[in-house]
Protein backbone atom coordinates (compact mmCIF):
# COMPACT_ATOMS: atom_id res chain seq x y z
CA UNK A 1 0.00 0.00 0.00
CA UNK A 2 1.09 3.45 -0.98
CA UNK A 3 -0.33 6.73 -0.81
CA UNK A 4 -0.16 9.33 -3.75
CA UNK A 5 0.87 13.00 -3.82
CA UNK A 6 -2.02 15.73 -3.83
CA UNK A 7 -3.52 15.91 -6.88
CA UNK A 8 -6.42 18.51 -8.36
CA UNK A 9 -7.68 19.59 -11.48
CA UNK A 10 -10.84 22.33 -11.34
CA UNK A 11 -12.06 25.70 -10.81
CA UNK A 12 -12.68 25.32 -7.29
CA UNK A 13 -10.71 24.73 -4.12
CA UNK A 14 -10.14 21.17 -3.14
CA UNK A 15 -6.88 18.67 -2.44
CA UNK A 16 -6.27 15.19 -1.67
CA UNK A 17 -5.41 14.40 1.77
CA UNK A 18 -5.35 10.78 2.10
CA UNK A 19 -5.08 8.25 -0.76
CA UNK A 20 -4.56 4.48 -0.58
CA UNK A 21 -4.95 1.14 -2.63
CA UNK A 22 -4.78 -2.44 -1.12
CA UNK A 23 -4.43 -5.26 -3.67
CA UNK A 24 -7.16 -7.52 -3.35
CA UNK A 25 -7.99 -11.01 -5.32
CA UNK A 26 -11.31 -12.79 -5.51
CA UNK A 27 -13.41 -14.69 -8.30
CA UNK A 28 -10.64 -15.03 -10.42
CA UNK A 29 -9.68 -11.62 -11.11
CA UNK A 30 -7.14 -9.10 -9.69
CA UNK A 31 -8.60 -5.69 -8.35
CA UNK A 32 -7.68 -3.10 -5.61
CA UNK A 33 -9.68 -1.82 -2.96
CA UNK A 34 -9.13 2.45 -3.12
CA UNK A 35 -9.90 4.45 -0.65
CA UNK A 36 -9.51 8.41 -1.22
CA UNK A 37 -9.85 11.76 0.91
CA UNK A 38 -11.13 15.29 -0.21
CA UNK A 39 -10.84 18.24 1.48
CA UNK A 40 -12.42 21.63 0.49
CA UNK A 41 -9.99 24.19 1.27
CA UNK A 42 -11.82 27.19 0.50
CA UNK A 43 -14.34 29.39 2.06
CA UNK A 44 -17.74 27.81 -0.27
CA UNK A 45 -19.32 24.54 -0.30
CA UNK A 46 -18.03 22.15 -2.83
CA UNK A 47 -20.00 19.91 -5.11
CA UNK A 48 -17.29 16.75 -6.08
CA UNK A 49 -17.94 15.42 -9.80
CA UNK A 50 -15.49 12.92 -10.39
CA UNK A 51 -12.04 11.50 -9.96
CA UNK A 52 -10.03 10.15 -12.72
CA UNK A 53 -7.80 7.53 -10.72
CA UNK A 54 -4.70 6.17 -11.74
CA UNK A 55 -3.19 2.78 -9.90
CA UNK A 56 0.51 2.05 -10.80
CA UNK A 57 2.46 -0.82 -9.55
CA UNK A 58 5.95 -0.88 -7.96
CA UNK A 59 7.68 -0.50 -11.29
CA UNK A 60 5.98 2.57 -11.63
CA UNK A 61 3.55 0.87 -14.30
CA UNK A 62 0.27 1.89 -15.29
CA UNK A 63 -2.14 -0.80 -14.30
CA UNK A 64 -5.52 0.51 -14.19
CA UNK A 65 -6.98 3.77 -14.78
CA UNK A 66 -11.20 4.65 -13.56
CA UNK A 67 -13.09 7.39 -13.48
CA UNK A 68 -14.93 7.35 -9.87
CA UNK A 69 -17.80 9.68 -8.67
CA UNK A 70 -19.44 7.75 -5.49
CA UNK A 71 -18.27 10.57 -2.76
CA UNK A 72 -19.59 10.30 0.41
CA UNK A 73 -21.13 13.26 0.77
CA UNK A 74 -21.13 14.71 -2.75
CA UNK A 75 -21.24 18.45 -1.21
CA UNK A 76 -18.66 19.58 1.18
CA UNK A 77 -18.45 22.74 3.67
CA UNK A 78 -15.28 24.86 3.78
CA UNK A 79 -12.67 22.62 5.91
CA UNK A 80 -15.02 19.33 5.47
CA UNK A 81 -13.92 15.94 3.71
CA UNK A 82 -15.59 13.09 1.14
CA UNK A 83 -14.73 10.00 1.01
CA UNK A 84 -14.52 7.59 -2.01
CA UNK A 85 -13.98 4.18 -1.25
CA UNK A 86 -14.72 1.89 -4.46
CA UNK A 87 -12.64 -1.85 -5.66
CA UNK A 88 -11.07 -1.13 -8.78
CA UNK A 89 -10.00 -4.18 -11.43
CA UNK A 90 -6.28 -4.06 -12.49
CA UNK A 91 -6.21 -4.41 -16.13
CA UNK A 92 -2.37 -5.97 -16.14
CA UNK A 93 -0.43 -7.74 -13.86
CA UNK A 94 1.07 -5.63 -11.09
CA UNK A 95 4.30 -6.14 -9.32
CA UNK A 96 4.93 -4.60 -5.82
CA UNK A 97 2.85 -2.60 -3.67
CA UNK A 98 0.26 -0.36 -5.97
CA UNK A 99 -0.06 3.60 -5.75
CA UNK A 100 -3.98 5.67 -6.44
CA UNK A 101 -2.74 8.74 -8.08
CA UNK A 102 -6.32 10.49 -8.30
CA UNK A 103 -6.99 13.69 -10.12
CA UNK A 104 -10.17 15.38 -8.46
CA UNK A 105 -12.67 17.76 -10.34
CA UNK A 106 -14.99 19.89 -8.10
CA UNK A 107 -17.63 22.60 -8.82
CA UNK A 108 -19.30 25.57 -6.76
CA UNK A 109 -22.28 23.71 -4.94
CA UNK A 110 -25.61 24.75 -6.50
CA UNK A 111 -27.23 23.78 -2.72
CA UNK A 112 -25.90 22.51 0.37
CA UNK A 113 -26.67 18.75 1.18
CA UNK A 114 -28.27 18.25 4.99
CA UNK A 115 -26.35 16.58 7.70
CA UNK A 116 -27.91 14.69 10.34
CA UNK A 117 -26.83 13.37 13.45
CA UNK A 118 -25.42 9.48 14.01
CA UNK A 119 -25.79 7.89 17.63
CA UNK A 120 -24.92 4.29 19.00
CA UNK A 121 -22.98 3.18 16.73
CA UNK A 122 -21.03 -0.31 17.87
CA UNK A 123 -19.70 -3.56 15.86
CA UNK A 124 -20.97 -6.91 16.26
CA UNK A 125 -19.58 -10.08 14.52
CA UNK A 126 -22.38 -11.95 13.08
CA UNK A 127 -23.14 -15.53 12.61
CA UNK A 128 -20.85 -16.02 9.18
CA UNK A 129 -17.84 -14.10 10.40
CA UNK A 130 -18.11 -10.92 9.02
CA UNK A 131 -18.00 -8.06 11.29
CA UNK A 132 -21.51 -5.40 11.39
CA UNK A 133 -21.96 -1.80 12.47
CA UNK A 134 -25.00 -0.91 13.89
CA UNK A 135 -26.32 2.50 15.01
CA UNK A 136 -29.41 5.51 15.03
CA UNK A 137 -29.58 8.49 12.41
CA UNK A 138 -31.47 11.42 14.32
CA UNK A 139 -32.70 13.98 11.72
CA UNK A 140 -31.95 17.19 13.60
CA UNK A 141 -32.90 19.87 10.82
CA UNK A 142 -36.13 21.36 10.10
CA UNK A 143 -37.53 19.71 7.15
CA UNK A 144 -38.17 16.22 6.18
CA UNK A 145 -35.03 14.70 4.70
CA UNK A 146 -35.39 11.54 2.10
CA UNK A 147 -32.75 9.13 1.10
CA UNK A 148 -30.42 9.81 3.92
CA UNK A 149 -27.04 7.71 3.99
CA UNK A 150 -25.11 6.79 6.77
CA UNK A 151 -21.38 6.75 6.53
CA UNK A 152 -18.94 5.14 9.07
CA UNK A 153 -15.32 6.14 8.14
CA UNK A 154 -13.14 2.72 9.96
CA UNK A 155 -9.53 3.93 11.19
CA UNK A 156 -6.94 1.32 11.88
CA UNK A 157 -4.33 0.83 15.07
CA UNK A 158 -2.28 4.17 13.70
CA UNK A 159 -5.84 6.29 13.13
CA UNK A 160 -5.37 6.24 9.48
CA UNK A 161 -8.56 5.89 7.14
CA UNK A 162 -9.03 2.15 6.51
CA UNK A 163 -12.66 1.66 5.17
CA UNK A 164 -15.82 3.24 4.30
CA UNK A 165 -19.55 1.61 5.26
CA UNK A 166 -22.28 2.96 4.25
CA UNK A 167 -26.26 2.45 4.63
CA UNK A 168 -29.62 4.50 2.92
CA UNK A 169 -32.25 5.11 5.14
CA UNK A 170 -35.22 3.54 3.17
CA UNK A 171 -37.91 5.85 4.67
CA UNK A 172 -38.09 9.53 4.87
CA UNK A 173 -36.99 11.24 8.21
CA UNK A 174 -39.83 13.89 9.71
CA UNK A 175 -37.50 16.25 11.99
CA UNK A 176 -36.86 14.77 15.19
CA UNK A 177 -37.51 11.38 13.62
CA UNK A 178 -35.16 8.75 14.07
CA UNK A 179 -33.56 5.29 11.99
CA UNK A 180 -31.28 2.54 12.82
CA UNK A 181 -29.19 0.65 10.54
CA UNK A 182 -26.93 -2.03 9.49
CA UNK A 183 -23.76 -1.78 7.96
CA UNK A 184 -22.03 -5.60 6.60
CA UNK A 185 -18.33 -5.13 6.46
CA UNK A 186 -17.60 -7.35 4.53
CA UNK A 187 -15.39 -5.26 1.97
CA UNK A 188 -12.61 -4.87 4.91
CA UNK A 189 -9.16 -5.26 4.04
CA UNK A 190 -8.21 -8.73 4.81
CA UNK A 191 -5.52 -6.96 7.15
CA UNK A 192 -8.15 -5.54 9.22
CA UNK A 193 -10.27 -7.50 11.72
CA UNK A 194 -12.46 -5.79 14.09
CA UNK A 195 -9.56 -6.15 17.18
CA UNK A 196 -7.69 -3.75 14.78
CA UNK A 197 -10.95 -0.98 14.25
CA UNK A 198 -9.43 1.32 17.01
CA UNK A 199 -11.93 3.97 15.67
CA UNK A 200 -14.65 5.54 13.47
CA UNK A 201 -15.70 8.84 11.92
CA UNK A 202 -19.15 8.62 11.44
CA UNK A 203 -21.62 11.19 10.15
CA UNK A 204 -25.33 11.16 7.83
CA UNK A 205 -26.35 13.53 5.17
CA UNK A 206 -29.07 13.85 2.65
CA UNK A 207 -27.66 14.12 -1.11
CA UNK A 208 -29.13 16.94 -3.15
CA UNK A 209 -31.73 16.30 -5.27
CA UNK A 210 -30.98 15.47 -9.16
CA UNK A 211 -32.37 18.35 -11.15
CA UNK A 212 -35.82 18.19 -12.79
CA UNK A 213 -36.12 17.10 -16.17
CA UNK A 214 -38.10 19.00 -17.82
Excluded at 12 to 40: D, H, K, M, P, Y
Excluded at 56 to 85: C, E
Excluded at 106 to 131: C, K, L
Excluded at 167 to 185: D, K, N, V
Amino acid sequence: MKHSEPHFSGPAACRVVFSAAVRRTGGGTAWAQVLIVAENTGDKDLSMVSCSLALTDGSGQTVSTKLLSSFHPAVIPPGGRSYLYEAVALNRPAEGPLTAVPHLRAEPAPSSGGRFEVSDVHFIRDRYGAVCAEGRVTNTGKTDAERVRAVLVLKDKSGAPAALLFATIPQPLSPGAQAGFRMSTLSLPETLDLDDIQGCEAFAYSPPAPPRVL
